[in-house]
């Protein structure tokens, strides 16, 4: 059966990620094959959420106004391709003990909630490229897959060490066509 939601971290999983932030709309590149994984999640209906940090805006390296104008050019990147994204929520804290700051449930838990659907009756995926991301999603009792997107390469040793049975994926896409392919 099918998931209602997956839920995907941003930098890294849907576009190219920067060392040095993504601090513009410039810098914003997406990963075709994802854009192409959200449209075939959309297609079979499954609800998909984006939870970041974006510890960039809490460091003064762009602004929320920035980082609004960077969330549009997500929005239309995947518009473009017939896609679309339906919850979208970051964190901009730098505290680690910040509720919604990766690997703390917090944002998860308010995408999950603002659907209506709970890990304990639903599959939420949530996909990632980071050790703190697969982190979030056992804190928020989501299932966590890793990409080998941006971090993910240099991140799955660590995340396999720690998780034995951690899916791990080339990309989003390899990820959808493999859940879509089970059912």
Not at 78 to 95: F, N, Q, S
Request: glycine residues 6%.
């Amino acid at each position: 059966m099918l998931p209602k939601l997956v839920i995907l971290d941003r930098d890294g999983v849907i576009n190219y990620d920067s060392p040095d932030y993504i601090k513009s709309p410039e810098e914003w590149i997406p990963i075709e094959s994802s854009l192409q994984a959200i449209r075939l999640l959309n297609e079979h209906g499954i609800l998909v959420g984006v939870a970041s940090n974006q510890r960039g805006v809490g460091r003064g390296l762009y602004d929320e106004a920035t980082l609004a104008l960077i969330t549009e050019k997500m929005y239309q990147a995947c518009a473009d391709v017939g896609a679309h994204i339906d919850a979208w929520r970051y964190c901009p804290a730098l505290e680690r003990t910040h509720p919604d700051h990766k690997p703390n449930p917090g944002m998860l838990l308010s995408i999950m909630d603002e659907f209506n659907i709970s890990p304990q009756d639903d599959s939420v995926y949530f996909v990632g490229d980071k050790l703190s991301d697969v982190e979030a999603a056992i804190n928020a009792q989501c299932l966590p897959i890793m990409v080998e997107t941006g971090y993910g390469k240099e991140s799955s040793a660590e995340a396999i060490a720690q998780y034995l049975d951690l899916p791990i994926y080339t990309n989003l896409l390899a990820f959808v066509e493999a859940l879509l392919k089970d059912d």
